[in-house]
């Protein structure tokens, strides 16, 4: 996923991109983190790929005024990923010493 921030205007009500994603499972569960607190988005390209699932490419969209919002709710779910992909059990010892 990459996580991006675009500037062209100052209309609250446009759409911005604030991720591109090539793997469709990525794009609706960013989408869905975004929908539960509350912010309302899109995946721009979702269903021109629907017949190429290997090619698929989306970004994920919210308005303007929600930009800000949404990066940093992206930002901290991607380093929550990470960190408990991170967290590794060593199966060969049994805890102590």
Not at 24 to 53: C, H, P, R, W, Y
Not at 59 to 66: E, F, I, P, S, T
Not at 76 to 89: F, I, P, W
């Given at each position: 996923?990459?996580?991006?921030k675009s500037s062209s205007t ?32 899109f995946l721009l390209g979702e ?47 049994d805890g102590e010493g």
């Amino acid at each position: 996923m990459t996580i991006s921030k675009s500037s062209s205007t100052n209309d609250p009500e446009e759409f911005v991109t604030v991720g591109d994603f090539i793997e469709q499972v990525d794009a609706q569960m960013a989408k869905g983190v975004l929908e539960s607190a509350g912010i309302e988005s899109f995946l721009l390209g979702e269903n021109t790929n629907s017949l190429l699932g290997a090619a698929f490419f989306a970004q994920l969209q919210v308005h303007r005024k929600d930009e800000e919002a949404a990066l940093q709710i992206l930002g901290s779910s991607d380093s929550e990923l990470e960190t408990d992909e991170d967290v590794k059990v060593d199966e060969g010892t049994d805890g102590e010493g």
